[in-house]
């Protein structure tokens, strides 16, 4: 995406007081796909993080003045629900989420689908095979890309034992995990071969649920990929030619942040 172009996407999405329209965007099918989870108390979180999202109302109701007012107060950990993972969080001296340039969160989407696989094996892990499967019928990944990787685990969400592979929490859960991830491999050969810009999947994290060293965060890290998990709505999408906005709460030093991501279809 040429700069000036990346300049007037981001400024109308930017300008709340302007109505915004998919062609506008230089998008023609009209549709815009919603990527995120909303966050409420059953928002699934890793499972050593036990409080998971919290919203606490404040105000609502209408004042002495006569006017209706409503305020809340919310906490949650960095890395639950939709969110993302910015280099820092497993590398030392990278991104933070507040660093991340915007051109690395704003690009032109690809889909590889290993749903069939992880249907069959909840710990499959995404291979090199997988992504030369996918330019063998649509050519090489382009530079800059967002890759995002259906697993199917997404349709999974609100059931947190067939998401997780347990619906325990604490420490002692963590062992216990079953979802698919990106092969240690595979992520070494998208660093090293080509040239994403992130990476994104519906699943709770980019390595998979076995992984005691997560070992395909750090590959990415170290390179500033970030990463998106816990994606909704992969099944929607077109293998390629659509456009990724995802923008995460601007937290300075932050290692994550909830995330609002959405595909707008050309």
Known sequence: MGAIRLAGLLLLLTATHVACQPSDLGVTSGEIVDLSHAFDGETIFWPTEVEGFVLEEL???????????????????????????????FAEGRLSVDQIPLDRLVGNGIVVDVSARCAENPDYQIATADFEAWEASH?????????????????????????????EVGAAAV???????LH?????????ERAINAIGLDTASID????????????????DI????NLTRLDELPTEDFLVVALPMKIRGG??????????LR
């Open 255 to 264: 290692s994550g942040g909830p995330l609002r991501a959405i595909a707008i």
């Open 59 to 89: 105000a609502a109701g209408f004042t002495e003045q006569g006017y209706y007012y409503e305020a809340n107060r919310f906490r949650s950990a960095e890395h639950g629900g939709t969110h993302i993972d910015a280099p820092s969080h």
């Open 139 to 167: 050519g090489r990944i382009p530079d800059g890309a967002i890759l995002l990787l259906h697993t199917g685990f997404g349709q999974r969400w609100g059931d947190r034992s067939r998401y997780l592979g347990t619906d």
């Open 175 to 181: 062992p216990k995990l079953h979802f698919p991830g």
């Open 184 to 192: 240690p491999e595979a992520a070494r050969w998208l660093v090293e």
């Open 226 to 229: 970030p990463a998106f998990e």
């Open 208 to 223: 998979y649920g076995q992984s005691k060293l997560f070992e395909s965060h750090q590959i990415l890290f170290a390179r």
